[in-house]
């Protein structure tokens, strides 16, 4: 069944690059966020500009509410472009509304993001035949000026995906080619999840730059000016223990650096040079982007909760330990006043707490 019909649930920096670009290219989106004044202020403009090559354009989406029901009843795909803390209230909110044949992009997965996303389905008795699948990170390195107004710098390149369960991969992938033909299949939903690069770098970048961030509310370049050496080798480092993990699920060991790369963001010695300090300093796509104005930003309650702490659970089930992300965890619990890993993508929510090692691959392919 080919997509026609497309809901786009987020209306940020992704969600409203991809409800622009679906839209001029033909398709039927409908556009949803929890929050009614990012709707209203989307109404009164009544269109999204989009930038890209220094060309704008205009479109109109189909539909926009902050109402779940009406945007995702009847469409072909929904493609979730929200940060992984909204996972949780999408999926209990649209349990009683999936119908059978409709598929769900994670754009992106983050790392868990399916297998939580399909456990919560399971446990709210959600009876459709519904199909998920997840991106490594979102298809478009864009950024809003202001609402409705976004600029897409880069389209990611080489976007492995992965469905969940496994064996529905290649069917899915093979859809979502014809929409966004950068995609490519990944083997499972654990290596689209360990290839997380804003986990890998995000949290050591924000804990190392909190005077600063603090001082300044977030008045530098992150990526060009608060990646600094030191903080490079500490993404080094979280990049060691996440490829030991890597090499015990039995996947590709690529490293920060090569998956940067493949993604087009970075240049050739940048990955040459198997320095994460290097291969962000030559990121044409991330120079212009300022930090974070507070460490209270997606950078940490995502890239940690829901980053680091699902890496870190199934280290812990392959018997590998990850101190520099442990450290991590514990730093940003402590800055932030919230409990991380109780709070983030554990064993449990992903469905993973009764399964043993050995058990891993079989579930991954087959499902819950």
Known sequence: MSIKTIAVLGAGNGGCAAAADLTLRGYQVRLFSRSENTIAKLAKRGEIELIEAGQHKTAAPYFMSPHLPPVVQGVDLIVIATPAVGHEYLATNLAKYLTDGQRILLNPGHTGGSLHFANLLKQLGCKADVQICETVTLTYICRMSEPGKVEVYRRTANLRCAAFPGKQTANLVKELQVIFPNVIPAANVLETGFSNINAIMHPAGMLGNTGWIEKSGGDFLWYAEGITPSIGRWIDAVDAERLT?????????????????????????????????????????????????????RYIKEDVGYGLVPMAEIGKLLGVKTPVMDALITLASSALGEDFRRDGLTL??????AVKPNGLPKLLHDGF
């Open 245 to 297: 993990i890597v090499r015990a699920l039995g996947l590709e060991p690529l490293r920060f650096v090569d998956i940067f790369h493949r993604a087009g963001l970075t240049t050739d010695a940048g990955r040459v040079s198997g320095s994460a300090y290097q291969a962000i300093h030559e990121s044409e796509p991330n120079m212009t982007i300022k930090s974070p104005p507070s460490l209270d930003h």
């Open 348 to 353: 449990e929510k992903m469905g993973l707490a």
